[in-house]
């Protein structure tokens, strides 16, 4: 993720897109939370919770590929939920960074009731 021209060079760090994505979430009907892939990053994120944990970003040659790991509201249309995340994230990614999205994976982790 990084561009040369006459001025210098451009970096945009996996860290900064996984900022944006955690963001974008926030506006995602039924998304109740991130959920971190793998049992040591569940431990650590107890510790400190980082949206890191549970956003994977991959550079591909047709673009980034993005997986995230959520917990969704019990109750709530899956697939619906998972299309909006997509549809989501890879608009806000490509006009945030200018950086094309080859696709977008929706991992869901678990289901949480809500009170």
Same mark, same amino acid.
């Given at each position: ?8 060079? +451009? $970096? ?8 944006? !994505?955690?963001?974008? &979430?926030?506006?995602? *009907? %039924? #998304? ?22 549970? +956003? $994977? ?8 590929? !993005?997986?995230?790991? &959520?917990?969704?509201? *019990? %109750? #709530? ?39």
């Amino acid at each position: 993720m990084k561009e040369q021209n006459e001025l210098g060079r +451009i $970096e945009v760090l996996p860290a900064a897109i996984a900022t944006i !994505i955690a963001q974008a &979430l926030t506006q995602c *009907y %039924g #998304v109740v939370g991130l959920a971190p892939h793998r049992m040591t990053d569940a431990v650590a994120n107890f510790f400190a919770p980082d949206a890191r944990r549970s +956003i $994977e970003i991959r550079e591909r040659p047709d673009g980034l590929a !993005i997986d995230v790991y &959520l917990i969704l509201a *019990y %109750g #709530v249309r899956l697939i619906a939920v998972a299309r909006s995340v997509q549809h989501t994230i890879k608009y806000q990614v490509e006009k945030t960074t200018g950086l094309p999205v080859a696709e977008v994976n929706v991992h869901i982790q678990g289901l949480q009731l809500q009170r």
